[in-house]
Antibody, heavy 120, light 112 residues
Framework: EVQLVESGGVVIQPGGSLRLSCAAS????????MHWVRQAPGKSLEWVSLITWDSGSTYYADSVKGRFTISRDNSKNSLYLQMNSLRPEDTALYYC?????????????WGRGTLVTVSS | QSVLTQPPSASGTPGQRVTISCSGSNSNIGTDYVYWYQQLPGTAPKLLIYRNNQRPSGVPDRFSGSKSGTSASLAISGLRSEDEADYYC?????????????FGGGTKLTVL
């Protein structure tokens, strides 16, 4: 079964750092680009970041550029999101999503998400 | 404020046909495919339509997509109670800082 399972979400104070993980199974992880997408409570979806299949290129939303870093370990079938200088507006459910292609085509599979709450 | 504009709500009765619009610009819908996602209450989004009008395996043909210029639409015919969900359009936006995937603000569909 093709599956994406996110972890690492917690309640954290503003200014703190956090690393989210996404474990992939059921498909050849190293063949596909991967995304992070977030959804604040009761709000729309917001794309966060994309990493290509070989980590050769990364892209970020303006709202997180310079604070978040996406990475992957193809040997571990895992995707990561390092989040620094967290703000209350970063509070959201963070989804890991698979791309249909290697370098960014469209998102075809989503995990269930992990909740990050930034609050003092 | 989302880059792609959708009506916040839509509704219909069982069996009806409803459409949801998505308006963008030349830097996004005008130059790329449009995708639609369905998010049932309390669940992750699911791909509903890809490349303007293609349905993934398992998506009923009651769902259809179209695109014209800088706008797109999702149509649902033979509306069913299980179609009650949030629907999001999405595409790539071509920015100077690099490509950016963008979503619409979402449309909450109520089946009356």
């Amino acid at each position: 079964e093709v599956q994406l399972v996110e972890s690492g979400g917690v309640v954290i104070q503003p200014g703190g750092s956090l690393r989210l993980s996404c474990a992939a199974s059921g498909f050849t992880f190293e063949h596909y680009g991967m995304h992070w997408v977030r959804q604040a409570p009761g709000k729309s979806l917001e794309w966060v970041s994309l990493i290509t299949w070989d980590s050769g290129s990364t892209y970020y939303a303006d709202s997180v550029k310079g604070r978040f870093t996406i990475s992957r370990d193809n040997s571990k079938n895992s995707l990561y999101l390092q989040m620094n200088s967290l703000r209350p507006e970063d509070t959201a459910l963070y989804y890991c999503a698979k791309d249909i292609g290697r370098k960014g085509d469209y998102l075809d599979l989503w995990g269930r998400g992990t909740l990050v709450t930034v609050s003092s | 404020q989302s880059v792609l504009t959708q009506p916040p709500s839509a509704s219909g009765t069982p069996g009806q046909r409803v459409t949801i619009s998505c308006s963008g610009s030349n830097s996004n819908i005008g130059t790329d495919y449009v995708y639609w996602y369905q998010q049932l209450p309390g669940t992750a989004p699911k791909l509903l339509i890809y490349r303007n009008n293609q349905r993934p395996s398992g998506v009923p043909d009651r769902f259809s997509g179209s695109k014209s210029g800088t706008s797109a639409s999702l149509a649902i015919s033979g509306l069913r109670s299980e179609d009650e969900a949030d629907y999001y359009c999405a595409t790539w936006d071509d920015r100077l800082s690099g490509p950016c995937w963008v979503f619409g603000g979402g449309t909450k569909l109520t089946v009356l």
